[in-house]
């Protein structure tokens, strides 16, 4: 047998045995993944209702505490003790989706937590539309929403915009207000 037939030989080898390793793997941990989306999700949730929580504890405070109410395939989390109400939002970034909670006080207006638990913006720049301390600058603004450029004061439904990133925050604008629009209208007709 020739060497190139060996090498290729070794390389088809190779190649069998760690894809098997991978798809092993996969399978493995495919539930523990699923479970790991899930509490990042309850967690969020949590967070934007204000409930301590332990990581040990996050199903149990979460069945305690969140009602959840799905009406017609849209899925709304509502805090029994404040009223407030969180839904799961996902839209097109600049680079890819951009996924997360936002959670609105009980007149469905004002915005109480926000919770960014994917993107895919470029790091320093439109990636900041996930950190806390950009989106902590939400609390208490009115939807809908409005990102802006601006050196004047703001009003109470404008956001200061991402420096650098201007269509990372024209698009975040998008994803929450048309997801806003969407739950707001599911949630006004189910209450009437």
């Given at each position: 047998m020739s060497e190139q037939v060996k090498t290729?030989?070794?390389?088809?080898?190779?190649?069998?045995?760690?894809?098997v390793i991978l798809l092993g793997m996969d399978l493995i941990t495919e539930e523990r993944i699923i479970e790991n989306e899930e509490a990042?999700?309850?967690a969020a949730?949590?967070?934007?209702?204000?409930?301590?929580?332990?990581?040990?504890?996050?199903?149990?405070?979460f069945t305690e505490h969140v009602t959840i109410e799905e009406i017609n395939e849209y899925t709304f989390y509502t805090d029994t003790?404040?009223?407030?109400?969180?839904f799961y939002f996902e839209g097109s970034g600049l680079w890819g989706p951009i996924?997360?909670?936002?959670?609105l006080e009980s007149d469905f207006e004002t915005i109480a937590h926000i919770s960014v638990l994917a993107q895919e913006e470029t790091p320093g720049l439109g990636g900041v539309v996930g950190s806390r301390e950009y989106l902590d600058m939400f609390v208490e603004k009115e939807m809908e929403i409005s990102i802006v450029k601006t050196t004047q004061p703001l009003?109470?439904?404008q956001v200061d915009s991402?420096?650098?990133?201007?269509?990372?925050?024209?698009?975040?604008?998008?994803?929450?207000?048309?997801?806003?629009?969407?739950?707001?209208a599911?949630?006004?007709?189910n209450q009437e």
């Open positions: 290729i030989l070794f390389i088809l080898i190779l190649g069998v045995f760690t894809s990042l999700k309850e949730i949590l967070d934007g209702f204000e409930i301590s929580y332990s990581p040990s504890s996050i199903n149990e405070t003790d404040t009223g407030r109400i969180s996924t997360g909670i936002l959670t009003t109470n439904s991402i420096t650098g990133a201007t269509r990372t925050s024209d698009l975040f604008e998008i994803v929450l207000n048309e997801n806003y629009r969407e739950y707001l599911v949630w006004q007709a």
